[in-house]
């Protein structure tokens, strides 16, 4: 067969990634704090664009975090003060070489350890020099590797907000789970859990409790210790007599007690990156209005907003001669011109897809996490009339602010479970609260197995297999019917 040249003239259609339909595509996935750091760099490329200034900046300082610092200061000052008992004052007949052994060096933070790792883990130059790892970072790397369900690992996500850069969790369980819709005990919970990270002490609620979590973990927490840690105020006024009464110890035993507890360290926090600590700042605000609907709003303080200045541009375009010169300053106005249309689009498409999540997650904001209610990105984008990989790259890193506390929009999307009279699904959230929910309420006589908690659930409508049930209760980290039996029996 002859290979001859010849031409043919062909039509079809096919979807072209221009330059631009690839930036509006990337301003949509990029989070506020990435958005602005996008835009200065436009506006500095750029000649034809211009920053719109609205209004003055006031300058936002508070003097409330001063006030909590002293606070804390004043209430931790009588237990900071037990941790530096010289121990010759406790036992003042022991010899030097005894009280070296029993510890009396100076206070050891451990935290500032890290642990090893291979060079491909090692940051760049760059990062260490500009970013280091905070508590909260490393907080929240932990929460993810945990095993919790997503409802938990929002309530986790919740504490690390209330974490000071020592290391305790400064609130209330009651507030938080009352702020959040969430049963006491569930948040409770998820502390204890958390209570369990590294640095050993982490999340505590005060110094007896962060120093307790350390002498545990060393298996050195008894009964005395745990009397002692309840005195530290009388330790740090020097009545030794008086704790070795409460401790029912000798002079010599309580030298080394305090020797232990002086090797721990107060401020298990202390060896992370702390200062700037960039609070996320919510992308939408939901508000209850006056006739029981919801207000889904834009948060303006975090879309940037640029102009193109075409006086500029007209002035500067007469005067170019040549065709290089022509044809950048037509680049720069189209650019200009774009940007301008894609942060639009983009703001309005986040309200669009932020006000049917609102919508449809409703019962979330009237009465909290056990009302979630299955759903996904092909429900959404098909009320939106848009496809699920835009309503995908909306929902990420953006964050939604309401009266139960400031949510990644990503939460809210759950799985389901059939109902069992073929009604409305149920959110595997809500099913899984009610598992534990079942579970807590349970007595030594009548310990639910998996069966008999599928039954109990299928009473309430909620088609579910026992397997799933069995894998959910591992999620919750909850043993099965055998060893609770076995617990409750032996009193744990």
Known sequence: MAMIPRLELRQGQALVMTPQLQQAIKLLQLSNVELAEFVESELERNPLLEREESQAEAPRQSDGGDAQALDFESGAAPAEAALDVNLADVAPDLSQCELAEAGAAPLVDWSRASSGKSFEDLPGLEETLTHDLTLAEHLDAQLTEAGLSPVERMIGG???????????????????????????????????????????????????ECLALQLKERRRFDPAMEKLLAHLDMLAKGHIERLQTLCGVDREDLAEMIAEVRALTPKPGAGFGGGAAQTVAPDVYVKAAPDGAWMVELNTDTMPRVLMNRRYYATVSKGAVREEDKQFLTECAASASWLVKSLDQRAKTILKVAREIVRQQDGFFVHGVAHLRPLNLKTVAAAIEMHESTVSRVTSNKY???????????????????????GEAHSAEAVRHQIKGLIDRETPEDILSDDRIVEILMERGIDIARRTVAKYRESLRIPSSVERKRKLANGL
Not at 402 to 420: D, H, M, P, Q, W
Request: aromatic share 10%.
């Open 158 to 208: 919740v504490l690390i907000d209330l974490v000071d850069d020592w290391g305790y969790m400064r609130g209330d369980i009651r507030e938080i789970a009352a702020r959040i819709g969430a049963n006491e005990s569930q948040v409770a919970h998820v502390l204890t859990v958390m209570q369990g990270f590294e640095p050993t002490g982490v999340m505590a609620r005060d110094i007896p």
């Open 400 to 422: 939604l602010s309401c009266a139960r506390g400031v949510f990644e929009l990503k939460y809210f999307f759950t799985a389901s479970i059939n109902a069992a009279d073929g």
